[in-house]
């Protein structure tokens, strides 16, 4: 996975030697997964979450990352969970801050990008059960990333 929210790119090249290695991709359209997502094919590429036009539109309307937890059952139970003690043996001081953040500030939008993250997860686990047709895609993406190769 290389999940960095469009136009925050980080990941440099370790994805594209991951490729090498047959790894489908999950990622955003930025920095070398725009590259990499050119050469295996789009099929082969798990896309998800906002173009940086997208993102730069709802940073100028004004985020509210707190609509998306209200708005989403299953994003909301996530964030319940690591506020209630649930990843910190009932501890809910530990990710306070996290959860804060998240909120109220989310500076990398993952809440806005939970529901298309989920979704092409469902994607993921669908291709998985078809072992014969993972593997082809794996392949593809070993063939098509030697171009990466130095």
């Not at 929210?5 to 930025?30: H, I, P, R, W, Y």
């Not at 798990?46 to 100028?60: R, S």
């Not at 990843?87 to 939008?109: A, E, H």
Request: aromatic residues 12%.
């Amino acid at each position: 996975e290389q999940i960095s929210q469009a136009g925050k790119e980080a990941s440099g090249t370790g994805n594209m030697k991951f490729a090498l290695n047959g790894a489908m991709t999950v990622g955003t359209l930025d920095g070398a997964n725009v590259e990499i997502r050119e050469r295996v094919g789009a099929e082969n590429f798990f896309l998800f979450g906002m173009t940086v036009d997208e993102v730069d539109a709802l940073y100028a309307e004004g985020y509210q990352p707190r609509k998306y937890y209200e708005a989403d059952p299953r994003l909301k139970a996530a964030i319940d969970m690591v506020a209630d003690g649930t990843f910190s043996n009932g501890d809910k001081g530990t990710y306070q801050d996290l959860v804060n953040d998240w909120l109220n500030k989310d500076w990398f939008m993952t809440l806005a990008d939970f529901h298309a993250y989920t979704e092409i997860q469902s994607d993921i686990e669908a291709l998985y059960a078809q072992p014969l047709e993972w593997n082809r895609k794996a392949l593809i993406n070993v063939a098509n990333s030697g171009y990466f190769s130095s």
